[in-house]
């Protein structure tokens, strides 16, 4: 069974770091075709692509916001992990991690988590 | 860049009925669109890929068509577990640059 799941801070201040996890089940990052993908969708509104890494350790970002982002994976404890820099309050989402095994659609994806920036 | 229009953006129905959901692209684009749905406080669940194929376990009153740069969900004969907001998704990638890139509609509610 397929699983992921976000963990990261409720609460960043403005110009933080904010450090998201996906912690995945069911499946090995390391199995050709896989790839894990983060979005955020701000209270009310649509959902929008961030970064996604693939099996073979080669990264994409979406270009508004390549400069403050940064994917990785830590296969020991199969894991995903995005890092925001210089947060602000338009950053203020539900951030989700998701799985493709295409690269075109998402099948799988984890139950998000809030994350409020505000000083 | 290319945006994905949904229409309508609210759709007010009742149980039985017939839902059709447009998205439709600024140019013509490729098959590689998805169709979700989301419930509130609820991760998106894939439906439709590729415009027409139905994801593992979806009820098949769900089916997607559509090509080019206009593309439908429709939903035959509504259950009260379909009231909830539809995203449409497009994978882009362009001859200059190869990285992907994913794009959404901006949803349309379903609702009783």
């Known amino acids: 069974q397929v699983t992921l799941r976000e963990s990261g801070p409720p609460l960043v201040k403005p110009t933080q770091t904010l450090t998201l996890t996906c912690t995945f089940s069911?499946?090995?990052?390391?199995?050709?075709?896989?790839?894990v993908a983060w979005f955020r969708q701000p209270p009310g509104k649509a959902l929008e692509w961030l970064a996604r890494?693939?099996?073979?350790?080669?990264?994409f970002y979406t270009a508004s916001l390549q400069a403050r982002l940064t994917i990785s994976y830590d296969p020991s404890q199969n894991q995903v992990v995005l890092m925001m820099t210089n947060m602000d309050p338009v950053d203020t989402a539900t951030y989700y991690c998701?799985?493709?095994?295409?690269?075109?659609?998402?099948?799988?994806w984890g139950r998000g988590t809030l994350v409020t920036v505000s000083s | 860049e290319i945006v994905l229009t949904q229409s309508p953006a609210t759709l007010s129905l009742s149980p039985g009925d017939r839902a059709t959901l447009s998205c439709r692209a600024t140019?013509?684009?490729?098959?590689?669109l998805a169709w979700y749905q989301q419930q509130p406080g609820q991760a998106p669940r894939l439906l439709i890929y590729?415009?027409?194929s139905r994801a593992t376990g979806v009820p098949d009153r769900f089916s997607g068509s559509g090509s080019g740069a206009d593309f439908t969900l429709t939903i035959s004969r509504l259950e009260p577990e379909d009231f909830a907001v539809y995203y449409c998704?497009?994978?882009?990638?362009?001859?200059?640059?190869?990285?992907?890139?994913?794009?959404f509609g901006q949803g349309t509610k379903l609702e009783i």
């Open positions: 998701a799985r493709t095994t295409t690269g075109f659609s998402f099948d799988h």
């Open positions: 069911g499946f090995s990052l390391n199995a050709r075709t896989m790839r």
């Open positions: 890494i693939d099996w073979d350790d080669y990264k």
């Open positions: 140019q013509s684009v490729t098959d590689h």
């Open positions: 590729d415009a027409f």
């Open positions: 998704q497009l994978y882009v990638t362009t001859h200059f640059d190869p990285s992907p890139m994913y794009t």
